[in-house]
C-alpha cells in the first residue's frame, strides 16, 4: 500500500510541478479577481485533465502496468484514487472558473470591461483554437455534469453491480468530451514547453485508452468462452461453486490469480478468485459467496450447461517471497485462494513451513472435512477457527502458534477491516510492511 500511495502521490506532484515550471505567471502582478482565475483555472483544469487521462490508462489493464503495480486490484485501487482526485479536482476547476461570473450576477463583484482578444493572423493553429473557445467550453461544462454524476455513482456501493457495470464505460465519452475541452483552453504557450509533451503523452495515451474501453477492449488478459460443468451450492457458508469446462485457449494460472467471469450477459462480468489449480485440463472452480442480489441469485439462476465468459487470469497474490515460513489467513470466502494453493502445493510442494488461519463466521463440516483433506495433502497446518466456537484471531493466538512469525511472509485474503487490524499489528511489533500481503479486492 506504501508504494502505491507513493505512486499516487508523485503522480499528482509531478503534474503540478511541470505545470509549475511552464507557467512563467508573475504572481505579484495579478490584480484582482479575474487574473487570479486565469491562472487557476490553468492549473486545476491541467490537473484534472492529467489525473483522469492516468486513471483512463489504467482501464487497459496492461500487463506491464501490473506487475509493476503489484497486480490488478492494486491497479483498481489506484484507479478509484485518481478517479476521487478528478472527481475533486473537476469540482474545484468548475468552481474557480464560474464563481466569479455568479459573484458578478449577485453583484457581490464588479468586472471591468473586457479587453477584446487579440487576432493571430500569422498563426493559423492558434487562431482556429482561439475561435473554437466557446463550443469547447460548452462541451467541457456539459461533460463536467456528466462525468461527475458518473463518478459519483461508482462511489455508490447501493448503486446495483450490473448498472454499474453499464454506466460507467460512458466516462470514456466524457472523458473525450474533456480532451477536446482540454486542447481548445490549455494555453496556447503551454505547448513548446515539457508540460505540452507531456499533456500530448497523457492526452494520446487516455484517448487510446477510452475508445479501447468504448469497444471492451483490453491490453491484458485472455478472454475464453466455457459451460458450466458442475454446480454445488453450500448453503450453510452461503457459497456456490462453480465449475466451468472452458472450450480452449486459456493461458493457463497460477494460485491466487483471479478471473473476470460473465456467468450473464445482461450482468456483465465480475471478478473471482479462482480456487483451483491449474492441471492444464480446461478446468477451472470458483466459489461465489452470496454478498449481493446478483451472487445470492445464483442457486436458482445458473444452470449446469449454461454459456459462459471467462477473461483473466489477473492478480500478484502468488505466494512467493525468500522466507522458508508463511502464515496464510483466510476470512471467509478469503479461503479460495488458498484452497488452490493447497491443490497446487499437494502436486508439488516447495518446502516451506506454513500455517493457515481459516477464520468463519458459519461452520459446515462436510467443506472443512475436504479443506482438512487438503491442508494434510499439501502438508500443510490447518487451524479452523469459528467464531461462535472459537472467538475471533487475535494476535496472540496467532504468535502462540507461530513463534518465528517475525520470520515469516504473511498472505492474507479477506474483510478490509479484519485485514487493516492484522497487518497494523503485525507491523506495529515488528513484521516487515513488505512481508505482508494482501488481495485488495474491492474493484469499485
Not at 229 to 248: H, K, N, S, Y
Request: glycine share 10%; charged share 20%.
Amino acid at each position: 500500500m506504501k508504494s502505491l500511495k507513493r505512486v499516487f502521490w508523485w503522480s499528482l506532484l509531478a503534474l503540478g510541478g511541470i505545470w509549475w515550471l511552464a507557467d512563467q505567471t508573475d504572481w505579484a502582478a495579478l490584480d484582482g479577481v479575474f487574473a487570479w482565475r486565469a491562472v487557476l483555472s490553468q492549473a486545476s483544469g491541467v490537473l484534472a485533465i492529467g489525473v483522469m487521462s492516468l486513471a483512463m490508462l489504467l482501464t487497459v489493464r496492461a500487463p506491464w502496468l501490473e506487475r509493476r503495480l503489484g497486480g490488478l486490484d492494486k491497479m483498481y485501487r489506484l484507479h478509484k484514487w485518481l478517479g476521487i482526485s478528478a472527481l475533486v479536482l473537476a469540482v474545484s476547476h468548475w468552481l474557480i472558473v464560474s464563481g466569479p461570473k455568479w459573484m458578478v450576477a449577485l453583484g457581490w463583484l464588479e468586472r471591468r470591461g473586457r479587453r477584446s482578444r487579440p487576432g493571430f493572423p500569422d498563426e493559423p493553429l492558434r487562431q482556429f483554437l482561439l475561435d473554437q473557445r466557446g463550443l469547447a467550453e460548452g462541451i467541457g461544462e456539459w461533460a463536467f455534469y456528466g462525468a461527475a454524476l458518473l463518478m459519483v455513482l461508482a462511489l455508490v456501493k447501493r448503486f446495483p453491480y450490473r448498472r454499474f457495470f453499464q454506466t460507467h464505460r460512458l466516462l470514456a465519452v466524457a472523458y473525450l468530451a474533456l480532451v477536446l475541452h482540454a486542447l481548445v483552453l490549455l494555453k496556447f504557450e503551454y505547448w513548446s514547453t515539457p508540460l505540452g509533451a507531456t499533456m500530448a503523452a497523457l492526452l494520446t495515451g487516455g484517448t487510446v485508452a477510452a475508445v479501447m474501453s468504448l469497444f471492451r477492449l483490453r491490453a491484458g488478459g485472455t478472454r475464453v468462452s466455457g459451460t458450466v460443468a458442475a454446480l454445488e451450492a453450500q448453503e450453510t457458508v452461503g457459497v456456490t461453486a462453480v465449475d466451468i469446462r472452458l472450450d480452449g485457449g486459456w493461458p493457463g494460472h497460477g494460485a491466487g490469480q483471479f478471473a473476470f467471469v460473465t456467468l450473464h450477459p445482461d450482468e456483465g462480468p465480475h471478478p473471482f478468485t479462482i480456487a483451483s489449480a491449474w492441471a492444464g485440463d480446461g478446468r477451472l472452480r470458483f466459489l461465489i459467496k452470496g454478498l449481493g442480489d446478483y451472487t445470492r441469485s445464483l442457486p436458482g439462476r445458473l444452470q449446469v450447461g449454461d454459456r459462459v465468459r471467462v477473461e483473466g487470469p489477473f492478480g500478484r497474490f502468488d505466494f512467493r517471497g525468500d522466507t522458508r515460513r508463511q502464515i496464510w489467513i483466510g476470512g471467509g470466502i478469503g479461503i479460495a485462494p488458498f484452497v488452490a494453493r493447497l491443490k497446487e502445493l499437494a502436486r508439488q510442494p516447495d518446502g516451506k513451513a506454513i500455517d493457515l488461519f481459516h477464520t468463519t463466521t458459519r461452520y459446515d463440516p462436510a467443506i472443512i472435512d475436504r479443506l482438512q483433506s487438503d491442508a494434510r495433502a499439501a502438508r500443510v497446518n490447518l487451524h479452523v477457527l469459528w467464531d461462535e466456537r472459537d472467538g475471533l484471531l487475535e494476535l496472540d493466538r496467532l504468535f502462540r502458534t507461530v513463534p518465528d512469525w517475525r520470520e515469516a511472509d504473511v498472505w492474507f485474503c479477506g474483510p478490509s477491516a479484519f485485514a487493516r487490524k492484522v497487518r497494523e499489528g503485525l507491523v506495529s511489533l515488528g513484521l516487515p510492511e513488505r512481508r505482508f500481503h494482501q488481495e485488495l479486492f474491492e474493484l469499485r
